[in-house]
């Protein structure tokens, strides 16, 4: 079995690919910030999301974990949470971190929930640097989907 992946050196948006964008250093301390209001028992594993709304809006979560493990709300479950109770909208920029304070990817259920609530052009920050959601979650399933 492959090692476990170490994690990517923390991004403050001083080199790299999220170079000369201010919104990611902003977006990475918030979420550094959240995680420590994780809740996170059972896996030990915090996890902290921040995300820049259309209209300017800072929107953060951390994950809550449940001793029925599968009624945990990942981070971004309570970021979007946040995000309605605030006013609505939809998400520009969203990133998610781990304790290191590295960009983690979202889960896939949190990419599913993050598409549901993303402007046209919601970029993410990962481990790999800045993706569209188009290619965090291709082929998405969405609302068009349902019909009418
Ligand atoms: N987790 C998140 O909060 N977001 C993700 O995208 C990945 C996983 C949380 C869920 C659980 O509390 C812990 O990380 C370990 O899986």
Redesign the pocket.
Known sequence: MAAPREPEPAEDGAAGPTAGDPVWPELLAAARAALER?Y?P??S???G?AARTEDGRLVT?????NAAYGV??????SLVSELFRTGGGRLVRFA?VDRTGAP????G???QLLSEHAAPDLVVLTPQGELPMAEVLPQAFGPGNLGS
């Open positions: 994780a996170c059972y896996s594993f915090p996890v999301a979560g951390a994950n809550i974990e945990t709300l990942c981070a971004e479950c998610c983690i990817m979202p889960c259920r949190c990419r």
